[in-house]
């Protein structure tokens, strides 16, 4: 029997304008709802949760040998926080109740675990890619300008050392997927259509990489972010407040219109549905 999950979440009511100043000014804002469903339409998903600054990962510092990919990885302290501190209780809530873990990463170090490795040949190859622009030799010069430029060191941090950090490491009940098609694939066989986000950043490959939440909302699947279990990429001028972060979460809500919640909010709900179902199969019996 599965269990039924409640969850509180947060949404932004971007209606209506003013009518006289034709702008934002007459937005209602945030509203709360409850959205339940069974623990078996859902799925934890854990995205780009790299070891940068962990035993045996990318190492973090001036002397890095590696410098030239960590030193544009604004948010490394505060990345490394929410992967020890706040993302294993809720993987481990999300274990207990039943809900599937899956770990999204880049196609190099997943295939370090024998669940990808299954599911690739469970899925057999994807669609073709697009053909693209016929000139991007542009490319690098533009990582260059934004990142520095040594930044091709990244590929090889990539290759070498780039992994899952140990803290959220899959278990062998988890699952990992690299690509929108393999992810899509597991899904339908779960017969999942929530996923709840967690991962990095808020603002680049959270949204936008492969998997992401463009990716699936497009595709369908009802998404809701855990706001503390994520960071931007600040700039010089937002850092002090962490206001990429936050802006980044009010456009998550916005486009492509999802949910958001905290954390503590899921480990309690999955708490409740646990006790809950317990209950059930006593007094079935």
């Not at 934004?146 to 950090?165: C, F, H, N, V």
């Not at 958001?260 to 646990?274: C, P």
Request: glycine share 8%; charged share 25%; with cysteine.
């Amino acid at each position: 029997m599965d269990a039924r999950l409640k969850l509180n979440v947060r949404y932004d009511r971007r209606y209506p304008v003013n009518w006289q100043t034709g702008d934002a000014k007459g937005f209602l804002g945030h509203a709360h709802k409850v959205l339940e469903f069974d623990s078996s339409e859902v799925v934890l998903a854990v995205m780009h949760a790299w070891n940068t600054g962990f035993e045996g990962g990318p190492v973090f510092g001036p002397d890095s040998p590696h410098v030239g990919w960590v030193k544009m990885l604004e948010g490394s302290y505060r990345i490394k926080k929410i992967i020890e501190e706040i993302l294993p209780p809720v993987i481990t809530a999300c274990r207990d109740a039943g809900i599937k873990i899956v770990h999204i990463a880049g196609d190099s170090y997943a295939r370090r675990y024998p669940q990808y490795l299954a599911l690739e040949k469970e899925v057999g190859p994807g669609p073709p890619p697009l053909d693209g622009s016929p000139n991007t030799d542009w490319g690098e010069e533009a990582m260059e300008d934004t990142y520095g430029p040594d930044i091709i060191q990244r590929k090889s941090a990539k290759q070498e050392l780039l992994d899952i950090a140990p803290p959220v490491r899959p278990a062998p009940t988890d699952f990992v997927v690299a690509s929108p098609h393999q992810f899509t694939y597991l899904l339908r066989k779960l017969r999942a259509w929530n996923i709840i986000y967690t991962g990095f950043m808020a603002n680049m490959c959270l949204v936008v990489s492969p998997c992401g939440l463009v990716d699936m909302r497009r595709l369908g699947y009802r998404t809701i972010l855990l706001r503390d279990c994520t960071t931007a990429s600040e700039n010089r001028e937002s850092v002090a407040t962490l206001r990429a972060t936050e802006e980044a979460i009010r456009t998550y809500e916005a486009f492509p219109a999802s949910y958001t919640m905290l954390s503590q909010g899921l480990i309690a709900a999955t708490k409740v549905s646990s006790s809950e179902s317990t209950r059930k199969v006593a007094h079935s019996r």
